[in-house]
């Protein structure tokens, strides 16, 4: 009996909402951060929701980039880490494709607040 009920409890607690909560950015607005990702061409290399052309295929699409747990497949998927990643993206990782960007911090805050508006 004692084995049954640890199993049950050991299946109920796979099943719980291990999802991380919405990741916001005070004071970024995600309305400028379409209109900057329009501007600075990021739709050239990606495929973006809401930006209907160009559809770029060098960068991974960010269609529900705000539910993936990671960033470049190497950082993980929060506010400050996408911000820095936006600006200089070779800094934190030589080897990536991915330019460093001329973005402001406060251009990157409001791109990155665009991105995590995107779910799947």
């Keep these: 009996m004692r084995w049954g009920v640890l199993s049950l409890t050991a299946l109920l607690c796979a099943c719980v909402d291990k999802s991380d909560p919405p990741r916001e950015i005070a004071g970024a607005d995600a ?70 960007m001329p973005l402001t911090e406060s251009e990157a805050r409001d791109v990155a607040a665009y991105l995590y508006t995107l779910h799947d």
Excluded at 34 to 43: D, F
Excluded at 89 to 98: F, K, L, N, V
């Design 31 to 100: 309305g400028n951060g379409l209109a900057v990702i329009h501007s600075v061409g990021c739709a050239s290399c990606h495929v973006i929701p809401g930006v209907r052309w160009p559809e770029g295929l060098a960068g991974p699409s960010l269609a529900g980039f705000a539910d993936s747990p990671m960033i470049g497949g190497q950082f993980p998927n929060r506010p400050d880490v996408l911000v820095d990643w936006l600006v200089d993206a070779p800094s934190m990782a030589p080897a990536t494709a991915m330019p460093a």
